[in-house]
Every structure is written in C-alpha cells, then in structure tokens.
C-alpha cells in the first residue's frame, strides 16, 4: 500500500500519520505539501489533524482551498482512497467531499482525552477488521468537532450505513448530531473522523485499537 | 468600492458562543438579553465601480469561501 501524507501550513499531526503508517505498512509514505498540485502515485491519501492555517476563517476553509486539494479530489474521483483525521475531517467537509460541517464544540471548551467509540459500520475499506458494534478507544483532541448536518441529510447517512463510527453512549465530548464521529463518503472511499486513530497504533502510547483500521487499509490495497 | 459582509449561523443551528455570551451579559447585570447570537463581518475593498457587478461577485465569494452555507448565511452591504 503506497500512500501520501498533505503537510498544511500548522498540521502538527503529520508526523504521527507518517508514523503509524510506517509502522503498520513498512513503507515511508510521501509528504506531500500544500501547494504541490500534483499528488504522487499513492492508494491512500491521509489529510492530518492539526490547525491548517492557524483555523483562519473557519477550521479547514483555507486548506480546502490550497492548491494539493483539487489533487485530492481528484484521486477520490477515480476511487482513490482518502482518510481525513480532525482537521483532516474539517478540511473534507468544507471541501464538500463530505457533507455537513464541524462547528465549536457545544461545551465551547478543547477537548484532550481519549473517548470511547463504537465501530457502527465495517462495510468500508476502512474498517473491515473491525466488528460491527465494536467498542474501540481513540484520543480526541479538538475545539471544534461538532458534527452538524440538516436532519435529512443525517438520515440519509444514516441510512446508507455511512455512520463508521459513534461516540458511545455517554461519551459525546462535542455535542455531536446523532453521537457521530466519523462518516464514510456515497462511494465509501472517504472517510473523515474527528478522533485520532494513528495516536493509537503502540502499546507505549496508550493502546492500539486504531491498528484495525490501518490494517483494513492494508488489506483493502494490497 | 467598500463592501461588508455579515456572516451568521442560520436559524436553528445550534451556537454555543451566543448562548456564553448571552449569560455572561445576565451575569453582568443586564437581564433584559435573551437569545444572543453572535457571527462575523468582513470588510473588502473592490476594485471596479459597478455595484452590480460587485454584487454578482461578492456573492460568489460567499457561496466559494466566505461563508460555508452549510451552516451560515450572509448579507451584503455595498458603500459608496
């Protein structure tokens, strides 16, 4: 499995994608910036957390617009695979590649801590591994990462199984519609999610139940 | 040309900024504030003098970049 990393201007969860993807593909993924418009011959393209252009406008507005995004979209067209991690997920939504919008958590304050999800969708190349219903434990790190959409728009991801994952019961840190965390695009090529599942690849940092979805990757593009 | 842009969340989406302020404005004192909703102005400056077609782009600016209409709505106000 060859894949990218974009570095925007104030990523800083880069280097933890890179890292994970090395560990778990054995392979050095590129590191692609911003305003390259072309994107290296890749199956997986990984938009990182972090603060892209210091969260100017609105989170992942400007990113949206950079030069490596039409790029992007254009590798997600031809069926290319695309993961959107924090303010990966801002920058996908505000590039209408997924639908709806992160707005400001509802207890206005950053939320640092790892959170208890449930895996509510394993028909995806992303999350094969997985069981349905499955609960997994990532580290969410945003200020930003209320998930909103009209109501039939989340019916209709809702019904289309595009749910991947949900914060448990209780465990919302954002006051997110519907409990979501992560949604799979119409095609099921892109998936965007607020919690970091490369933060959880190592026993030494805290735990591995994001290893499932790399290695689903892997299987998926190999 | 002068314009300004006002930003705001539409109506029914949730804004827990507004809702801060607006308690904080009751803790203060002034307990006349209800609902408060809070968004942003951005002014620009244009080149061009035809007020329609600032209009047509500045529309365009919203719809691609300014606001995400997702979640927001916008005015436009052209001075002078």
Known sequence: ?222 | MKARVFITLKNGVLDPQGKAIGHALNGLGFESVGEVRQGKVIDLELSGSSAEQAKTELKAMCEKLLANTVIEKYEIELKG
Request: some cysteine.
């Open chain 1, 1 to 222: 499995m060859k894949s990218a990393v974009v570095v925007f201007p104030a990523s800083n969860c880069d280097r933890d994608a890179k890292v994970a993807l090395e560990q778990m593909t054995g392979k050095q993924p590129h590191m692609v910036w911003h305003q390259d418009s072309e994107l290296p011959d890749v199956d997986l393209v990984v938009l990182p957390g972090g603060f892209s252009y210091g969260d100017y406008l609105r989170c992942g507005a400007m990113a949206s617009q950079s030069a490596v995004m039409k790029s992007v979209k254009a590798h997600a067209d031809k069926g290319g695979m695309v993961l959107g991690i924090c303010n990966g997920f801002q920058v996908l939504t505000e590039s209408h590649m997924l639908p709806g919008a992160l707005m400001r958590n509802a207890g206005l304050k950053f939320v640092c801590r790892p959170v208890g999800l449930e895996v509510q969708e394993t028909q995806s190349g992303f999350t094969r591994h997985y069981e349905n219903g499955q609960r997994v434990t990532f580290p969410v790190a945003h200020g930003e990462g209320s998930y909103f959409a009209d109501e039939e728009t989340l019916n209709r991801l809702e019904g289309e199984n595009r749910v991947a994952f949900r914060y448990a019961e209780g465990e919302n840190p954002n006051g997110s519609a519907r409990n979501i965390a992560g949604i799979l695009s119409e095609k099921r090529n892109v998936l965007g999610l607020m919690p970091h599942p490369e933060r959880v690849v190592d026993d030494v940092l805290g735990g591995t139940d994001g290893r499932k979805l790399f290695q689903s990757l892997i299987e998926t593009l190999s």
